[in-house]
């Protein structure tokens, strides 16, 4: 069984349309994350949640807009897309505090045209 | 203050030799100290970790070297294999929010 698992993993748009990525994991972590990766490797978290309550929410354009309908997931929904969210994103899990190790996903490579 | 700076951004190694990677940090308040790996079209995946209180941690042919004074620490592969071949990321992290910083990421090419 994956522990963390992403859906789509690949998805190709036109920019202005409207897409979400979903993520689940059945490791019973309290926290999940966001994570966008750029065509560099750069990995730059974008929102974590803590039992579905949002905990850490980076200077992302408000068209991004996550949601977590109960601990397991959390989708990521992305509004009126622009050629420079094509990346790969990361959703992972953690139990919080304690430096607990980040378990992530194997990405979703997002690719606006 | 709260960036993580790696070095170098790639790194090519020949089987058998050692491959070092490091990392820098400014802000003191860090207390936790993991390097991932990720391998392509997968996400990273936690390697080794190290607390500033420990000077060196070893786990197999992998080693974090850390030096609190000077605020850096290092990732020494020894006897690197090709199946070592991926991408490393060091990263810092402090209680209470637990956030990783990461490092921009050496890739790592372990020659045949």
């Known amino acids: 069984d994956t522990a963390v698992s992403q859906t789509p993993k690949y998805l190709v748009t036109q920019m202005g349309n409207d897409k979400s990525i979903k993520c689940e994991q059945n490791?019973?972590?309290?926290?999940m994350y966001w994570y966008k990766q750029d065509s560099k490797k750069f990995l730059k978290i974008m929102f974590s949640?803590?039992?579905?309550?949002?905990?850490i929410n980076e200077t992302v354009p408000n068209r991004f807009s996550p949601k977590s309908p109960d601990k397991a997931h959390l989708n990521l929904h992305i509004n009126s897309l622009e050629l420079g969210d094509s990346a790969v994103y990361f959703c992972a899990s953690s139990f919080p505090g304690l430096n607990s190790p980040l378990h992530f996903g194997n990405g979703t490579r997002l690719t606006v045209t | 203050q709260q960036q993580v700076k790696q070095s170098p951004q790639s790194l090519i190694v020949q089987k058998g030799g050692i491959s070092i990677i490091n990392c820098a940090y400014e802000n003191t308040a860090f207390d936790y100290f993991p390097w991932y790996q990720q391998f392509p079209g997968k996400g990273p995946a936690l390697l080794i970790a190290i607390r500033p209180d420990v000077s060196e941690k070893k786990e197999g042919r992998f080693t974090i070297s850390f030096n609190k004074s000077a605020k850096q620490f290092s990732l020494h592969i020894m006897d690197s294999q090709p199946g070592d071949s991926a991408t490393y990321f060091c990263?810092?992290?402090?209680?209470?929010?637990?956030?990783?910083?990461f490092g921009k990421g050496t890739r790592l090419h372990i020659l045949p």
């Open positions: 949640y803590n039992n579905k309550e949002l905990i």
């Open positions: 990263a810092a992290s402090m209680m209470p929010d637990d956030k990783i910083i």
């Open positions: 490791l019973g972590h309290d926290t």
